[in-house]
T-cell receptor
Framework: GAVVSQHPSWVICKSGTSVKIECRSL??????MFWYRQFPKQSLMLMAT?????????EQGVEKDKFLINHASLTLSTLTVTSAHPEDSSFYIC??????????????FGPGTRLTVL | GEDVEQSLFLSVREGDSSVINCTYT??????LYWYKQEPGAGLQLLTY?????DMKQDQRLTVLLNKKDKHLSLRIADTQTGDSAIYFC???????????FGAGTRLAVHP
């Protein structure tokens, strides 16, 4: 149980285009989904926290107009990288916390999406 | 802000025990976690410990927590080649769901 999927698993795009990444909780409903970014050989950096039906909360230094997050249902959150540039190339990972779970409880992670911007 | 620190690399022989260490700063963390990441993949939750515990054992994994020193360790008994991966320590910031990750410890298991 508690499987999180991401689509696509990898994407290559041209500079200036927008890319949408989907994060789905397959066998549970998620009140909260998180989006992380991971640079090579580095840790995960939280970009934003997304709650179903409300606006995402972005971490300091993350441009909300560049990284658009939509959490329209309890099983789906999307991250759109708008006008992507080579410096946006990274590994993007989402996670989800099951509905009804208490504070501080487990996040289940997706397999990640590798974005390469040419 | 909150910070989590780990050593970056550990090399062990197959069959030996591995001990990965972590220090954290947020004394209000409710849970502390260990995640495993294999190349090109997402994170897999290995185990977690509630902040009022000092030890948790789960098969080959033993987690020790020294809350006074804000030190967490993960011991893997009888380490196998399949254990080669990056191991991340994480604390829950302020007791909430927001996780702060360490830089990860790369575990290399050799014959």
């Amino acid at each position: 149980g508690a499987v999180v999927s991401q689509h696509p698993s990898w994407v290559i795009c041209k500079s200036g285009t927008s890319v949408k990444i989907e994060c789905r909780s397959l066998d549970f409903q998620a009140t909260t989904m998180f989006w992380y970014r991971q640079f090579p050989k580095q840790s995960l950096m939280l970009m934003a926290t997304s709650n179903e039906g409300s606006k995402a909360t972005y971490e300091q230094g993350v441009e909300k107009d560049k990284f658009l997050i939509n959490h329209a249902s309890l099983t789906l959150s999307t991250l759109t990288v708008t006008s992507a540039h080579p410096e946006d190339s990274s590994f993007y990972i989402c996670s989800a916390t099951p509905l009804g779970v208490g504070l501080g409880d487990t996040q289940y992670f997706g397999p990640g999406t590798r974005l390469t911007v040419l | 802000g909150e910070d989590v620190e780990q050593s970056l690399f550990l090399s062990v022989r197959e069959g030996d025990s591995s001990v990965i260490n972590c220090t954290y700063t947020d004394s209000s963390s409710t849970y502390l976690y260990w995640y495993k990441q294999e190349p090109g993949a997402g994170l897999q939750l290995l185990t977690y410990i509630f902040s009022n515990m000092d030890m948790k054992q789960d098969q080959r994994l033993t987690v020790l927590l020294n809350k006074k020193d804000k030190h967490l360790s993960l011991r893997i008994a009888d380490t196998q080649t399949g254990d080669s991966a990056i191991y991340f320590c994480a604390e829950s910031e302020g007791g909430y769901n927001k996780l702060i990750f360490g830089a990860g410890t790369r575990l290399a298991v050799h014959p």
